[in-house]
């Protein structure tokens, strides 16, 4: 595969505080890519670099091998959804989608021709006169691929476009989005802070935090093999524990000695041990490799979701079988449900659910799409 | 909120109502009554024929004699300083709305308060202020004179006049121009530019289809003061260029109140037919 877009050691600050640190980041062709991090790790300052709308304060950015960190946003051949779409809002829908081919003067008649196709991609075909400010957002946000895609653009750059869209809709547009990416072949470059969002859609997940990339790979890989403990909690939910790698394969947490699958670590190296809230089986108390008690029952749905209190550490339990509050029972955990990461700066800051409260995390959430678009 | 006012709803806005019907809409019905009405307080339409039909004889720089329609003459010559003065206001004043509304907070700040400060003052006060300024012997061709140039002769022409109108409605284009752009969303600018658009044709496409209303406002605040302006012309133009506002004024101090009427009427007229043209032109515009 070809390299599209290389961003090398790239860095910039704001006012004098780091949003980019140092980071290195290939994006090939045809690929969906997704940079996924919480509010202000510098995933939309990176797409506004490739834009052209930042210029990085250290690094270059190459396009097809060439230095283009001088090039002026209209002269790259990249396109931008942006989060609230930003339609003219004194264009009609045609005149919307017609406004990069008009700049670069194509004839009457390929215009038509482009703009009915595009209206037929996003499906809108019979919206050409219609004013954007009456559309409903999805529309809208059609629209605004639309527009970015007319010209095609040897890479689409997507900041949240999905976050002011109610759930089922987002839900929709991300099988719609993928679609689009597969049926026209060009590079989808997307940011988010949705990480079901990002293992549904993407070829490749780059996790960002506080400026730094912390891991970049498949959906699966990330889930799966996570790199530290700041990817672990962000993806999913994870019990993290402290544990001694005691030699390989053979590693003890909780007071207990597991069998492993992962290894080369040095012996008796403390490490973080990762533990997913799916893969742990409820047994009898007698049968389990750890016991506790449970502190609290929550169902959703397609699972229940059970906070166990183990040596004063919470952990989070997904289970289709109910148990109760106050209930003693016991764990297993299988050895390939054990994943061992090396210590990092994140280590301890996250994957005890003591604190633990749904409710919480989504006002956080909310409040985190609110700030990013101002 | 709901269509239907309440009585508090009513009872609050009563005292603003009242002013409005005391001070606009019984006035406009006085210019109206008084327009067609003779000093007998009887019905008629002479007033309004004389404003189209009287004529006088006005002697030219070279001494010809010339027969004209008065007021049709003075009417134009207003209409035509108001849209030059216009012309220039917007020419200056949309760029600098421009440059304002992307300046940082604070010299918005600043330049807005030094554009307002000279509002402040009254505006014969201004006009005094000019006429120190234009006069032959004033400090501009004293500036002039000490840097080697050849004196201008301003004072009384209708350079004079305009400079004067330019000045004193300046703020009026600015603000409302302004005020549209510095609200105009940047994540549209950064789209255009991102479609393809250099500088220029985010100006063209975007910046100036949307400052569209503001510049339509703009002009109507100022066309419409410095077409009905009186004493500026009597300072700066010598009273050489009699202007409507001054011919209103004039044939009110003379106390020929129902010809002074008469014409105020016909200028309203005027203005309300153009303020729905512009009006239906910005509308039309907004909606495609």
Redesign the interface.
């Known amino acids: 595969m070809r390299k599209i877009i290389e961003l090398k050691n790239i860095s910039k600050a704001f006012d004098g505080e780091t949003v980019l640190d140092h980071i290195s980041l290939d994006i090939y062709d045809n690929e969906f890519i997704t940079l996924l991090g919480p509010s202000g790790c510098g995933k939309t300052t990176t797409l506004r670099i490739i834009?052209?709308?930042e210029q990085p304060d250290e690094g270059d950015v190459l396009f097809l091998g060439e230095d283009i960190a001088s090039l002026?946003?209209?002269k790259r051949n990249?396109?931008?959804v942006?989060?609230?779409y930003?339609?003219?809002?004194?264009?009609?829908v045609f005149e919307n989608i017609a406004?990069?081919l008009?700049?670069?003067h194509v004839p009457h008649e390929e215009i038509n021709g482009k703009v009915e196709e595009m209206l037929k991609l996003v499906a809108l075909t019979g919206f050409e006169k219609r004013?954007v400010t009456s559309l409903s957002g999805g529309q809208q946000q059609r629209v605004a691929i639309a527009?970015?895609l007319v010209?095609h653009p040897k890479v689409l750059l997507l900041d949240e476009p999905l976050a002011a869209l109610d759930l089922k809709l987002r839900k929709d547009m991300q099988q719609e989005l993928k679609g689009i990416q597969k049926a026209t072949g060009i590079t989808f470059v997307f940011v988010t802070h949705d990480q079901e969002e990002a293992l549904s859609m993407s070829d490749t997940v780059v996790v960002m935090s506080e400026g730094k990339i912390q891991q970049i790979g498949t959906p699966i890989d990330i889930y799966n093999e996570p790199q530290n403990a700041f990817v672990a909690d962000f993806i999913g939910e994870s019990n993290i524990l402290n544990g001694v790698m005691i030699e390989d394969q053979k590693v003890r947490f909780s007071g207990h000695v597991f069998d492993c699958v992962d290894g080369g670590f040095g012996k008796n190296e403390a490490v973080d041990v990762v533990v997913r809230p799916e893969d742990v089986d409820i047994v009898p108390e007698e049968k389990g490799h750890l016991r506790g008690v449970v502190s609290s029952v929550t169902f959703l749905g397609v699972h229940y979701e059970i906070i166990v209190d183990i040596n004063n550490f919470k952990w989070m339990i997904q289970t289709t079988d109910f148990v109760d509050v106050d209930e003693h029972i016991g764990l297993y955990i299988e050895p390939d449900a054990i994943h061992i990461m090396k210590k990092s700066k994140y280590s301890g800051m996250f994957g005890d659910y003591s604190s633990f409260s749904n409710e919480f995390d989504e006002l956080s959430d909310a409040e985190a799409v609110e700030d990013e678009s101002l | 909120m709901k269509k239907n006012n309440t009585l508090l709803q009513r009872l609050v806005i009563a005292p603003y109502s009242f002013w409005a019907l005391l001070f606009i809409v019984v006035p406009l019905f006085f210019v109206a009554y008084y327009a067609f009405t003779d000093s007998g307080f009887h019905f008629t339409t002479e007033n309004i024929t004389r404003f189209f039909t009287a004529r006088s004889s006005i002697t030219g720089d070279d001494g010809t004699v010339r027969e004209v329609y008065t007021y049709l003459l003075i009417f134009w010559r207003s209409l035509k300083l108001a849209l030059i003065s216009t012309v220039i206001c917007l020419l200056l004043g949309y760029p600098i709305a421009y440059i304002l509304s992307r300046a940082s907070d604070r010299t918005q700040k600043i330049l807005i308060t030094l554009i307002m400060i000279p509002m402040w003052m009254n505006f014969l006060i201004r006009t005094y202020a000019w006429m120190t300024i234009l006069q032959d012997t004033g400090i501009l061709n004293g500036l002039l004179k000490s840097v080697g140039l050849r004196p201008l002769h301003i004072i009384g022409t209708e350079t004079a006049v305009v400079i004067g109108m330019v000045y004193d409605y300046f703020p009026y284009m600015i603000l409302p121009i302004y005020s549209v752009m510095a609200k105009m969303d940047i994540k549209l600018l950064e789209a255009a530019r991102d479609l393809g658009c250099n500088s220029f044709g985010v100006l063209r496409r975007v910046i100036f289809p949307l400052s569209l209303p503001g510049v339509i406002s703009g002009i109507t605040m100022v066309l419409i003061p410095s077409i009905s302006t009186f004493y500026i012309s009597q300072k700066l133009g010598n009273g050489k260029f009699y202007l409507i506002g001054d011919a209103i004024e004039g044939q009110y101090v003379a106390n020929n109140l129902h010809f002074a009427a008469a014409i105020a009427f016909i200028l309203m007229i005027v203005l309300l037919v153009c303020m729905a043209f512009m009006q239906r032109y910005a509308n039309s515009k907004a909606v495609a």
């Open positions: 834009a052209g709308f002026p946003p209209h990249v396109n931008t942006f989060q609230r930003a339609l003219f809002p004194h264009l009609n406004f990069p008009r700049e670069k004013s527009r970015a010209g």
